[in-house]
């Protein structure tokens, strides 16, 4: 297995989102599109959270103004397969058909979905 992946607590998840859906923003910036969200939480909280994620690499943190601007340094996408590799890590020794399988047989895919994933696979095969 390779190394540890960092992971994001949901606290985490819910600033990702709001940097994802927003951009970039201070740290007030971002309280405020949490409160809109209905997180509530305090300033030193919403920095807490940032700081943490810039230290795991998931937010940079431009220091070049009189407020830290910070924005998404990975995308939902980046993350999202970052986690998946780890699951597969750790859950099926490596391997992903397994999680594949798990998602096809979970019945969430739709019309459009299998349609993206056919197209993939299909790129897939071209390239080899």
Request: aromatic share 4%; hydrophobic share 40%; net charge positive.
């Amino acid at each position: 297995m390779g190394s540890a992946v960092p992971t994001v607590s949901d606290a985490e998840l819910d600033v990702m989102k709001v940097l994802w859906s927003g951009g970039p923003g201070t740290v007030r910036e971002v309280e405020t599109r949490l409160n809109k969200r209905r997180r509530r939480w305090a300033y030193n909280t919403v920095l807490t959270l940032l700081s943490r994620l810039r230290e795991k690499g998931f937010v940079h943190a431009d220091k070049s103004g009189a407020a830290h601007v910070f924005k998404a340094a990975v995308s939902r996408e980046q993350l999202l397969r970052r986690g998946l590799m780890a699951l597969a890590d750790r859950v099926c020794d490596g391997t992903a058909s397994p999680l594949l399988h798990a998602l096809v047989e979970g019945g969430q895919l739709t019309a459009k979905d299998i349609a993206e994933l056919r197209r993939m696979l299909d790129q897939m095969e071209s390239n080899e």
